[in-house]
């Protein structure tokens, strides 16, 4: 059993920046981080594999946000600029064993999930 525990969010202005972390109990495979707003279902936000070598991301997000991984720390973190009122959501993180690219988008991949963490954007 794996445990993540997400921490970074907070309230930011419009274009400002923030990072989370996602801090794993354990050696993880593909993580990923998603999102979810009032009264929306939760969407994808990025991903990465195992080694960080491959990276996906929502069209949304494309160029604002940034997944990174620190395997000797169990660590992956989703680096957020240019923020927008829109990014207002829980993030959560999660990881699984997924095999093919077309699952990273994927909720139903992933076998472990945070607790997530607010991120408020005031515009």
């Known amino acids: 059993q794996v445990q993540l525990v997400e921490s970074g969010g907070g309230l930011v202005q419009a274009g400002g920046s923030l990072r989370l972390s996602c801090a794993a109990s354990g050696r993880t495979f593909a993580m990923g981080w998603f999102r979810q707003a009032p009264g929306k279902e939760r969407e994808f936000v990025a991903a990465t594999n195992w080694s960080g070598g491959s990276t996906y991301y929502a069209d949304s997000v494309k160029g604002r946000f940034t997944i990174s991984r620190d395997n000797a720390k169990n660590t992956v973190y989703l680096q957020m600029n240019s923020l927008k009122s829109e990014d207002t959501a829980v993030y959560y993180c999660?990881?699984?064993?997924?095999?093919?690219?077309?699952?990273?988008?994927?909720?139903?991949?992933?076998?472990?999930w945070g607790q997530g963490t607010q991120v408020t954007v005031s515009s």
């Open positions: 999660a990881a699984g064993h997924i095999y093919y690219s077309r699952d990273y988008a994927r909720a139903e991949a992933y076998e472990y």
